[in-house]
């Protein structure tokens, strides 16, 4: 049976070490962390997520700001906000919730934020860094991975890692840094896509199967090479009428089936998705510190 890689427990223990680091700075007299999240209209979702943030932010003593705009308004107006908040030396880290309204361009937002201040690691300054190996902030999904990678201690330098998908802000930020010459990392890298030819094939050659394309149970048992360690980053909603709330989560992997022959795996829920709070906290201490840019 695999070992199971526990993301809740390891979130909170960087919750635990992140909270330590800011007393110090505190009994030093130091600067105090400080986020701050801009939320543009009233999306349920959206709202759970930044107060999500926010409320992380509290428990580890960091400062938080949060600013609610309007969902009308304008891109100029946006982009003026993010520039009040780039100018303001008191805020170490800004994030801007996406998704965006329609009328405003994901790009454009994207390009204004400092990047000293882009604790999300979305801006084409610290992707480039990260693809670079240079230090960066690393975007919260694979930040949270490389984390749990390095804190099982499971082995990347020189395994075939396959990893499924390919998108910004998962399977290519994921593929750069499993090949980068860093541990985590030092693989030897396929990465794979809806136009990929015989893809069970492929992935049943993977040491480490790196799963994010946002399908339900997509890989089985026959997809996984009997000892392969698998992350698993898809997270569904499926209804499941003996739960409270009416659902349940499930992965991008069939996880009964896939754990008895893994040597490690992430479940779903209580895998990769706890983690990326704590990356945005890690960062933003980065950020404070002066770590990334002196
Ligand atoms: P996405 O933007 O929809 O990208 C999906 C990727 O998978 C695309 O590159 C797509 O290929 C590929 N794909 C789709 N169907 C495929 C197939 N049948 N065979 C091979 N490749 C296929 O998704 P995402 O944002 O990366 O998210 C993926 C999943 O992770 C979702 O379930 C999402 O909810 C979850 N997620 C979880 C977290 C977390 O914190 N745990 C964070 C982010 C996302 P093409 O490029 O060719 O279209």
Redesign the pocket.
Known sequence: MALRIDGKKTSEQIKGEIAAQVEEIKQNGGKIPHLAAILVGSDGASQTYVGAKVKACEQVGFQSTLVLLKESISEEDLLSEIQKVNENPDIDGLIVQLPLPKHISVEKVTAKILPEKDVDGFTPANVGRMALNWPTYIS??PF?ILELLKRYEIETSGKHCVV?????????PMSILMARNANPGNCTVTI?????KN?GEVARTADILI??????E?VTAEMVKPGAVVI?????RVEDPSKKSGFRLI??VKFEEVEPIASAITP?PG??????IAALLYNTLQAAGRRVYP
């Open positions: 919260a999904t949270g499924i998908g390919r998108s910004h802000i998962v399977g290519s794979t896509h809806s136009r990929t893809l799963v994010a394309l946002g399908k339900p997509f698993d980053v898809g997270i569904h992965g991008d779903v895998g990769v998705g706890p983690m990326t």
